[in-house]
């Protein structure tokens, strides 16, 4: 594991040849504009969060296992059990799009910034439609049957960024996404060197109107030499504003 260091190089904040914004700066910025700006425009990278190497793991097998119903042009079971009108999606750049080094990018000229998220999956429906798919993994008592909890928000807003870039790139692309959730079980009466998962598929209609104007709203943030004000929820800055309390004394 990495140590974390929170000064990052030049050339990967705002301005310098290596920083695009990506998904997951998007969602910081809507998260707490104040991180966002210390991280990108100053430098300070914002603490990451954990990497849940189980998660890695079933990524990975599910998109072994997509990719083998992906070479055959046929439908996935899951796809059959739900009734859905798809198949993986074949595409020439799909291993670039599943990369989290590249990924979908988009240049927007009006801001001059390069847009960037990694999907999970593709499929495509028998109207030629592009569906945005994304892989979730956790451990509950039930398994993750809908996205109700507002900290789920972030996963509906990670599928339109996913949908408008898509759409960028020229793509018919589904409002309909979906969540391939796979949930950890609890009721194994033996461990037996296996974790047995719930999936479940959970249709998402997403709508990405909202992505050009916050776009515009970031480039509006980088430019200015005000500190914006911190997310209301932001855990990172409470933390901050707790303890300087002690220490300013």
């Not at 592009?130 to 928000?153: G, H, M």
Request: hydrophobic fraction near 30%; charge should be neutral; include cysteine.
């Amino acid at each position: 594991m990495n140590e974390y260091n929170p000064n990052r190089g030049f050339a990967w904040n705002y301005g310098g040849k290596n920083w695009k914004l990506s998904r997951s700066k998007i969602d910081l910025f809507i998260k707490c504009p104040r991180c966002f700006y210390i991280d990108n425009k100053l430098g300070t990278k914002h603490p990451p969060m954990p990497s849940f190497q189980i998660n890695k793991a079933v990524d990975y097998q599910l998109k072994q296992e997509f990719d083998f119903y992906r070479q055959g042009n046929k439908q996935h079971p899951f796809q059959v059990e739900y009734a859905i009108d798809a198949i993986p999606a074949q595409h020439k750049d799909i291993e670039l799009w599943r990369d989290n080094f590249k990924g979908v990018q988009y240049f927007h000229e009006s801001t001059n910034l390069t847009i960037t998220g990694a999907i999970d999956d593709l499929w495509i429906n028998s109207s030629g439609e592009y569906i945005v798919v994304d892989y979730k993994a956790t451990a509950k008592d039930n398994p993750v049957s809908e996205l109700n909890n507002e900290w789920q928000n972030a996963y509906k807003r990670q599928m339109e960024i996913y949908q408008w870039l898509l759409r960028k790139n020229n793509l018919k692309v589904s409002d309909t996404g979906y969540f391939v959730y796979c949930t950890g079980k609890y009721d194994q009466k033996a461990f037996d060197k296996k974790i047995e998962f719930d999936v479940v598929l959970i249709p998402y209609t997403g709508k990405d109107d909202w992505v050009e104007s916050t776009i515009y709203k970031i480039k509006d943030c980088l430019e200015s030499d005000i500190l914006p004000d911190s997310g209301k929820q932001c855990e990172y800055c409470a933390y901050y504003y707790a303890r300087s309390k002690y220490e300013n004394k």
